[in-house]
């Protein structure tokens, strides 16, 4: 009876844990679609003349859209490859950071961890003022929190306490480190 009392508990822990997850991905989706949203609503408003609508064409756009409704729908591969596409055609526009990030949560979906916190530090390195740092950070402190390297997970939550105090990954990272 211990023992299944043991078992039930570790196994609400887990789900506990995939429920986080799950939140913090469906409010990271959110985001992206509402940033995607006012990014493609400023550019139409603004004009031709607008550096974002001439820096980013209706093609790579499409381009992005599309690897991002692949990623969705769990097309991974397709997702890697639309977003890398994306990068090669527009690799410093201002979704480029965005295209990073979701090619590292590609990786993360299919178990390539290592592949994911090299793709996330890409982005923490090469774009230190994205809106997608603070999540970059965090997902890398949960990928080594996964593989038991503890020390390197805190030293990436903390980072995320850090330099982004008011964040919402500053209250997940938080909460990982008071465990």
Same mark, same amino acid.
């Given at each position: 009876?211990?023992?299944?009392?043991?078992?039930?508990?570790?196994?609400?822990?887990?789900?506990?844990?995939?429920?986080?997850?799950?939140?913090?991905?469906?409010? !990271? =989706?959110?985001?992206?679609?509402?940033q995607?949203?006012?990014?493609? *609503?400023? *550019?139409?408003?603004? #004009?031709?003349?607008?550096?974002?609508?001439? =820096?980013?064409? +209706?093609?790579?756009?499409m381009?992005?859209? =599309?690897?991002?409704?692949?990623y969705?729908k #769990? @097309?991974? @591969?397709?997702?890697?490859? #639309?977003?890398?596409?994306?990068?090669?055609?527009?690799?410093?526009? +201002?979704?480029?950071?965005? %295209?990073?990030?979701?090619? #590292?949560?590609?990786y993360? %979906?299919? *178990?390539?961890?290592?592949?994911?916190?090299?793709?996330?530090?890409?982005?923490?390195?090469?774009? +230190?003022?994205?809106?997608?740092?603070?999540?970059?950070?965090?997902?890398?402190?949960i990928?080594?929190?996964?593989?038991? !390297?503890?020390?390197?997970?805190?030293?990436?939550?903390?980072?995320?306490?850090?330099?982004?105090?008011?964040?919402?990954? %500053?209250?997940?990272?938080?909460?990982?480190?008071?465990?």
């Amino acid at each position: 009876m211990t023992q299944l009392r043991i078992d039930l508990y570790t196994k609400s822990e887990e789900l506990a844990d995939k429920i986080e997850m799950l939140n913090t991905r469906l409010n !990271e =989706s959110e985001a992206q679609l509402t940033q995607i949203s006012e990014k493609l *609503g400023r *550019g139409k408003k603004v #004009g031709a003349d607008s550096e974002e609508d001439s =820096s980013v064409s +209706p093609e790579a756009r499409m381009i992005y859209e =599309s690897a991002y409704l692949n990623y969705v729908k #769990g @097309n991974y @591969n397709e997702a890697i490859s #639309g977003f890398r596409s994306y990068l090669k055609v527009t690799p410093e526009s +201002p979704l480029s950071d965005n %295209a990073l990030y979701w090619i #590292g949560e590609c990786y993360y %979906a299919m *178990g390539k961890r290592g592949d994911a916190v090299d793709t996330f530090n890409e982005l923490i390195n090469k774009y +230190p003022q994205s809106n997608k740092r603070p999540t970059a950070l965090y997902k890398s402190g949960i990928i080594y929190e996964e593989a038991k !390297e503890i020390k390197t997970a805190k030293m990436y939550f903390e980072k995320v306490l850090k330099e982004f105090p008011n964040s919402p990954e %500053a209250g997940l990272a938080k909460n990982r480190l008071n465990k």
